[in-house]
Antibody, heavy 118, light 111 residues
């Protein structure tokens, strides 16, 4: 059974940093693109970052230069280093696994809550 | 603001059919495959449709997807109480150097 478990969320002050982790199990982690997606209260789903199987990374403008996605295949783990955090980064952050056959996010974790506030 | 526009809400009575639209352009939906997700706050989002009209295993056939030109649609037939949730279309837009874009989202409620 595919499982994705996020951790590392919490309360951080504006301008601070946080590192999210996602522990994967139940599939060959190294064979899949992995993603971070967030949802703020009252807002919709927002893509945050993607890392391919070769380590290629992708970010939207809102995350570029502040967030860094990484993976350690040997540990079946995905990470998101978030720096220079802003109030508008407050959201539940979800880890998701891609499909091999189509650009879609096939499995999702339950999410970890990040709150940026003084 | 997303380049994929959805109606903010849709509703129906139990057993009815509800359709949700996702409007884009020839350069995004027109050239990329569309996925659809269901999200109930407090739970993990769920993939309902990929490659415009393909259902992952375990997704009921009450959910169906289609695409025509620069628009896509998700239809839910035989509406059930557990279908009350938020629904999002999404594409991977190659033209923007690799961006995954979600639609604005549609809240489905039962009357």
């Amino acid at each position: 059974e595919v499982q994705l478990v996020e951790s590392g969320g919490g309360l951080v002050q504006p301008g601070g940093s946080l590192r999210l982790s996602c522990a994967a199990s139940g599939f060959t982690f190294s064979a899949y693109d992995m993603h971070w997606v967030r949802r703020a209260t009252g807002k919709g789903l927002e893509w945050v970052s993607t890392i391919g199987t070769a380590g290629d990374t992708y970010y939207p403008g809102s995350a570029k230069g502040r967030f860094t996605i990484s993976r350690v295949d040997a540990k079946k783990s995905l990470y998101l280093q978030m720096n220079s955090l802003r109030a508008e980064d407050s959201a539940i952050y979800f880890c998701a696994r891609g499909l091999t056959t189509a650009p879609a996010l096939g499995y999702w974790g339950q999410g970890t809550l990040v709150t940026v506030s003084s | 603001q997303s380049v994929l526009t959805q109606p903010p809400s849709a509703s129906g009575t139990p057993g009815q059919r509800v359709s949700i639209s996702c409007s884009g352009s020839s350069s995004n939906i027109g050239t990329n495959s569309v996925s659809w997700y269901q999200h109930l706050p407090g739970t993990a989002p769920k993939l309902l449709i990929y490659s415009n009209n393909q259902r992952p295993s375990g997704v009921p056939d009450r959910f169906s997807g289609s695409k025509s030109g620069s628009s896509a649609s998700l239809a839910i037939s035989g509406l059930q109480s557990e279908d009350e949730a938020d629904y999002y279309c999404a594409i991977w837009d190659d033209s923007l150097n690799g961006l995954y874009v979600f639609g604005t989202g549609t809240k489905v409620t039962l009357l």
